[in-house]
């Protein structure tokens, strides 16, 4: 798992801590799951994952505002799941989660890898900004209502 750390970088993140994901923090962030995403997981998954793989939630004043679900297989990482609540976005959350997350496999794998829906410019430009390179495309890797979309693979070298 993660080591805790306590963001620092501006006052609207002073109270913000990254930690491994409580069994507790499941409902709430199944509830950001529902809000975030076309084709969201359910909330047995996160609870499997929650044994299965390593989970970071981010916490401000108490409250779960994000997470983050990856597994290391041998030298290389994957990001499964990763989202901030709707009210949280584009405030630097994202990019302090995605940060640490990187610091923190940076011990453990050489690569790091994602998929992203192809429709996704915002996370897109975040992964981009960090590091990741696009790598393939996969096409009709996600369901949505309109039908499959496709999943940018992106890899970024630790």
Known sequence: MANHSTFGCSALRVN???RPMDINDIPRINQIEQQVTPHPWRESQFVDSHTK????SL???GQVIGYAI????VDEAEILNIAIAPDYQGKGYGRELLDDLVNTLTKRAKRLFLEVRASNDTAIQLYDSAGFVEICLRTNYYQTENGPE???MMAMEL
Do not use: G
């Open 16 to 18: 913000a801590v990254i």
């Open 53 to 56: 793989h390593s989970c970071l």
């Open 59 to 61: 916490i401000l004043n």
């Open 70 to 73: 990856y597994h290391v297989v």
């Open 150 to 152: 496709d999943a940018i």
